[in-house]
């Protein structure tokens, strides 16, 4: 049974340009919620997806957006990168019956120079 | 919004003795405290959680305390051992329908053989 998988796992992006990364659910899961992880820090919550809707969103800019496809898999996309950008991206899937208990992929680094 | 304090940062121990990391949480609602295993180059593993109607959980070498009235809770590995050298992360959510999980900046624990 395949866990949440993401791609690219590593990505160099320059200052303005834009990017997207790709998350699969763990089989069986509905929800996927995506995270940025900041070098020496604790993940932080950017949104979450369900039946293809942003549920909930944490505290960043729209330059921050996503999309759910029907069969579950999600994509993190990223307009006008910042050098604060530069952190591991984290998506997590889960399912209704038990959304709290996440399971999280191995994330994609994304360096921005 | 919810705020997650955890300590120590890093912490070393001596194979086969114990380990404590500690979290206090700042929202009263919050209701589901999980802790996640953080190895080098993976995403964050929930190894064990609790809710706030229990006040303790064991499983195996693991065992987690929450203190609702003093807003805090704490990890507990005992016989530690070299493969329990990762980072680890507690975090808070309240679990009515919002999985946003709130997470601590880590503690790296490092087992001495």
């Known amino acids: 049974d395949a866990g949440v998988t993401q791609s690219p796992t590593h990505l160099i992006k320059t200052r303005g340009q834009q990017v997207t990364l790709r998350c699969s659910p763990k089989s069986g899961h509905d929800t996927v919620s995506w995270y940025q992880q900041a070098l020496g820090q604790g993940p932080q919550f950017i949104f979450q997806y369900y039946e293809e809707e942003e549920r909930q969103r944490g505290n960043f800019p729209d330059r921050f957006s996503g999309h759910q496809f029907p069969n579950y898999s999600s994509e993190l996309n990223v307009n006008a990168l910042l050098l604060g950008d530069s952190a591991l991206y984290l998506c997590a899937s889960s399912w209704q019956g038990a959304v709290e208990k996440l399971f999280f992929g191995s994330g994609t680094q994304l360096s921005v120079l | 919004g919810e705020n997650v304090e955890q300590h120590p940062s890093t912490l070393s121990v001596q194979e086969g003795d114990s380990a404590v990391i500690k979290c206090t949480y700042s929202?009263?609602?919050?209701?589901?405290f999980p802790w996640y295993k953080q190895e080098l180059g993976k995403g964050p593993q929930l190894i064990i959680d609790?809710?706030?109607?229990?006040g303790e959980k064991k499983d195996q070498r693991i065992a987690v305390t929450l203190n609702k009235t003093a807003k805090h809770f704490s990890l507990h590995i005992t016989e530690t051992q070299p493969e329990d050298s990762a980072v680890y992360f507690c975090?808070?959510?309240?679990?009515?329908?919002?999985?946003?999980?709130?997470f601590g900046t880590g503690t790296r624990l490092t087992i001495i053989p």
């Open positions: 929202d009263s609602a919050s209701n589901y």
């Open positions: 609790i809710r706030s109607n229990v």
């Open positions: 975090a808070a959510s309240i679990n009515f329908g919002n999985e946003k999980l709130t």
